[in-house]
């Protein structure tokens, strides 16, 4: 099932996305995605997706972050391949929707795109083994923009700051709760249409499995939760009026735009 959320004149609802011929139009609401079987609402007409006021499709508790988890992105930053995992947070206030616009705050002077895999965690997890089969602990997949204060993240020594500005985690468009979990997966991000990042999974130092064991050993993560897989090579600069856009074959096109933040 993929599904989005989105503003209805009735409110927030989540809608069901199908394929069609001219692009994923949404057919239906749902009473909730996580339900085991969620009540579907027809609706009188499809609805092109691209039309919709979306809306973030996930709530989570917390967004767990992997730092440079591609091989290729760890060298372009000077960095050596980490032994363990390295994890940071961002706040859920950053979450921002598709559409909605990443604003550069003035006390940063490089604010940098980072295109990543994100697994939305389907059942409470604690200590996992990394041989555990891990499908019953994922509810789906989506996509999101680890944004980052390059400057701030490495003048303040740590990054709770430079990853943790107001609309610095774009996430959607969709939740694909059958998304196959294939060792290579393709990943690009877009800026103004220009390609800047083309990565696959297969490239991952450390693999879904091994990063849910190694944060459950530390931590519990909650239904809803998310966590960001890291991003491959090719991160750059944003400007204000760029567009920026995230997309895997299956998940859609995370798009946003960018603004100066104003006065
Ligand atoms: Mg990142």
């Known amino acids: 099932?993929?599904?989005?959320?989105?503003?209805?004149?009735?409110?927030?609802?989540?809608?069901?996305?199908?394929?069609?011929?001219?692009?994923?139009?949404?057919?239906?609401?749902?009473?909730?995605?996580?339900?085991?079987?969620?009540?579907?609402?027809?609706?009188?007409?499809?609805?092109?997706l691209d039309d919709l006021a979306l809306l973030p499709p996930v709530a989570p508790g917390k967004i767990v972050c992997v730092g440079r988890n591609y091989r290729d992105h760890a060298k372009e930053l000077g960095n050596d391949v980490p032994a363990e995992p390295l994890l940071f947070w961002k706040p859920t206030s950053s979450l921002l929707a598709p559409g909605g616009t990443i604003v550069r705050p003035p006390v940063a002077e490089r604010v940098d795109f980072e295109g990543e895999l994100a697994v939305v965690i389907g059942r409470r997890a604690r200590k996992l083994l990394a041989t555990d089969d891990i499908a019953p602990y994922i509810h789906g997949f989506t996509l999101a923009n680890d944004v980052t204060a390059r400057d701030l993240q490495k003048k303040d020594g740590q990054w709770t700051r430079a990853k943790g500005f107001d609309t610095f985690c774009p996430v959607g468009p969709i939740v694909d709760t059958a998304f196959p979990l294939s060792p290579g997966i393709s990943l690009e991000t877009h800026v103004n249409g220009e390609l800047r990042q083309h990565g696959s999974?297969?490239?991952f130092i450390f693999d879904i499995p091994t990063l849910l064991a190694y944060i459950t050993a530390a931590f519990t993560l909650e239904p809803g939760d998310l966590l960001l897989t890291g991003t491959p090579a090719g991160v750059g600069p944003l400007v204000a009026g760029d567009e920026v856009t995230v997309s895997v074959p299956g998940l859609g096109r995370l798009t946003n735009v960018v603004a100066d933040e104003q006065g």
């Open 1 to 48: 099932m993929k599904y989005c959320r989105y503003q209805s004149f009735a409110g927030p609802v989540y809608g069901l996305v199908h394929e069609a011929a001219d692009g994923w139009v949404v057919t239906a609401t749902l009473d909730s995605p996580w339900a085991e079987e969620p009540a579907v609402t027809a609706l009188p007409e499809p609805m092109a």
């Open 201 to 203: 999974t297969a490239d």
